[in-house]
């Protein structure tokens, strides 16, 4: 069985830079109060009537990619697609990024797990090469979160949080079993779903109910998050996913050479970096200057620390997600 690892990313958010200041002036909130509970100081989002979507910031972070990984978009075999803001209700993105890039008709496959889609699209990817099928996937997390927040004070607790950008990687075939992905661990616990949602549209709230209702009162439309419930959730599977992959490849939190979390909260990775006595060059966060990306976070901030210098070849990183769903899951990997 072959092993698979990341040999190109890229990454692209928007030039647009919305502060904490600038949130103040559209809903009752300030900077303090942001930076207090979530660390973020500011976040990117699109310049409405730009153009730009999930799928069109995916294509940019793919070439880079590609670029990197020293390939051609005629080597790609497979794309998978993550994101939770897709630029229509069906297709997904990823065909849209197989006629961007203009590749040959390879298959996309487009995956919905939000703050967890990045791990679990790169476990999905890994598999395909582990078992020979593909060489060369592409793999990209996207956000186009600005389009869907309820910027008024009624909004606050979850509209502060979000910013816009896309990650991607190329997860490629080696026969180095010492270096690539170890393993991948992947959970849901569907009971929880209600407590970080956007509920609509959907078939439950379909076209002909959305034509008739048109009510301006209709939160279903905006994302919901049980604030404090998701973080408790959050900071226990946060440890139990890390801890997982770790014993599966019989090795320790002293082995972790880099922590690459998903960027809920600034005070969730602060919590799991202090638990396992983690030093600040073992964590990598950027949340204080993108917020939350949700499928981006965790290939935006990988992408960042590598071209930063902090990893370096055979350095043992751990990703680690948890999000709407509830879904979670880590990917152990020797750079």
């Not at 009752?28 to 207090?36: G, K, R, Y």
Request: some cysteine.
């Amino acid at each position: 069985m072959y092993t698979s690892r990341i040999t190109g990313m890229g990454h692209f958010v928007p030039d647009n830079i919305v502060t904490n200041e600038n949130l103040s002036k559209m809903m009752d909130t300030s900077d303090a109060w942001i930076q207090e509970r979530t660390g973020i100081k500011e976040r990117r989002w699109i310049v409405e009537g730009s153009g730009e979507t999930a799928a069109t910031m995916g294509a940019k972070a793919a070439r880079i990619a590609i670029n990197k990984a020293g390939l051609t978009k005629d080597d790609i075999d497979f794309i998978v697609f993550a994101t939770l803001s897709p630029d229509m209700f069906f297709p997904g993105c990823g065909v849209q990024i197989q006629d961007m890039l203009d590749m040959p008709t390879i298959g996309a496959l487009d995956v919905r797990n939000q703050c967890s889609g990045f791990v679990y699209a790169l476990s999905v990817a890994d598999q395909f090469i582990k078992t020979g099928m593909y060489k060369n996937i592409l793999v990209i997390g996207s956000e186009f979160h600005s389009g869907g927040l309820d910027k008024t004070t009624r909004g606050r607790g979850v509209t502060v949080i979000f910013g816009d950008g896309a990650g991607a990687a190329i997860l490629s075939r080696s026969e180095d079993e010492n270096r690539g992905i170890l393993s991948s661990h992947l959970h849901s616990e569907g009971k929880h779903a209600r407590e970080l949602t956007v509920e609509a549209p959907s078939i439950a709230h379909w076209v002909p109910q959305i034509m008739e209702d048109n009510d301006p009162d209709d939160e279903s439309y905006y994302p919901y998050m049980n604030g404090t419930f998701v973080f408790k959730h959050a900071i226990s599977r946060f440890s139990e996913v890390i801890l997982e992959g770790l014993e599966k490849n019989n090795l320790q939190t002293t082995d972790i050479d880099m922590l690459i979390p998903h960027q809920a909260n600034l005070r969730i990775a602060q919590f799991i970096q202090k638990k396992f006595k983690l030093s600040d060059d073992q964590v990598f966060n950027n949340i204080m200057k993108y917020g939350n990306t949700t499928a981006a976070s965790v290939i935006i901030a990988l992408t960042e620390a590598f071209s930063e210098g902090k990893i370096k070849e055979g350095d043992l990183v751990v990703l680690a997600a948890f999000g709407s769903g509830f879904t979670w899951g880590s990917v152990i990997m020797r750079w």
